[in-house]
């Protein structure tokens, strides 16, 4: 009985040797049927990794990039802000057109006007403008420019609301950048000689020097009504306005001489 059991034990350990052979035999049949298929597919597997690692790792370099610069782009924000608040305290005080002067002479007259100025003495310059009286000086060469003496936000304000209307403050501030270049062109022709204006220009200069001849005018910018032509102040419906409204502001004054409505710009008191 002992006999057939371990025969039969014998026979199911050689029975079980055999299979495991046969299946190393499958497997080393089957690796060496597809040898450089298997090494190509690899070799591709593995290249697509070490690309996938480089991209990964670019990623990480960008991330850490950007990480870096997020503090430097806060306090950029921060200080483009506390910029835009001041511009924007600024921009409630600046008029929205600036002042552009009329040119109608030649260089040689401009040249003359920056000769006389030169002569004045360093640091003195700037304040004349601002602390003495919209007066013309007495000789013909060297006239001061006309001042530009604008209106405040609390100015306009305090106009009745009928006077008011609908004028905006850059609007009436733009209306005096007009008014100051009409000035200049006539301050211009008072002092130009024939040879340097237009033939269309001389009787206009001629009357012009009559009107800055008398009493009333004398030594002060002006201009006339017939000179109002924009770009902002016209003789319509809200350039009277602006005009009673600087009337009544201490802006300007009026007066006539001859057929002659003639503005004298003043200095607010």
Do not use: C
């Not at 950029?76 to 002479?105: D, F, G, M």
């Amino acid at each position: 009985m002992a006999v057939n059991q371990a025969g039969s034990s014998l026979d199911s350990l050689i029975s079980s040797f055999n299979t495991r052979i046969a299946e190393l035999q499958e497997l080393v049949i089957g690796r060496n049927m597809y040898a450089a298929g298997s090494i190509t597919d690899l070799s591709a597997v593995d290249a697509a990794l070490k690309a996938m690692e480089l991209q990964i790792q670019a990623i990480k370099d960008r991330l850490r990039e950007e990480t870096e610069a997020i503090p430097k782009a806060k306090k950029l924000i921060n200080a483009s802000l506390q910029q835009q608040k001041k511009l924007q305290s600024l921009s409630v005080h600046i008029p929205s057109h600036l002042p552009e002067r009329i040119t109608v002479l030649n260089s040689d007259t401009n040249r003359s006007v920056h000769s006389e100025a030169s002569n004045l003495q360093p640091g003195f310059g700037s304040l004349k403008t601002e602390e003495e009286p919209a007066a013309l000086p007495k000789g013909k060469k060297g006239r001061a420019s006309p001042p530009l003496w604008y209106i405040t936000a609390d100015e306009l304000d305090s106009l009745s609301s009928y006077m008011r209307g609908r004028l905006t403050l850059d609007k009436v501030n733009a209306a005096i950048n007009d008014m100051a270049a009409y000035a200049e062109m006539n301050s211009q022709l008072i002092g130009a000689s024939k040879k340097k204006l237009a033939e269309n220009l001389w009787e206009k200069a001629l009357e012009v020097r009559d009107i800055a001849m008398t009493e009333t005018i004398k030594g002060k910018h002006f201009f006339l009504e017939t000179d109002i032509k924009g770009p902002t102040l016209k003789l319509d419906n809200t350039g009277k306005a602006i005009l009673t409204a600087l009337r009544h502001l201490g802006r300007i004054s009026e007066t006539r001489i001859g057929h002659h409505r003639v503005i004298i710009l003043l200095k607010p008191q």
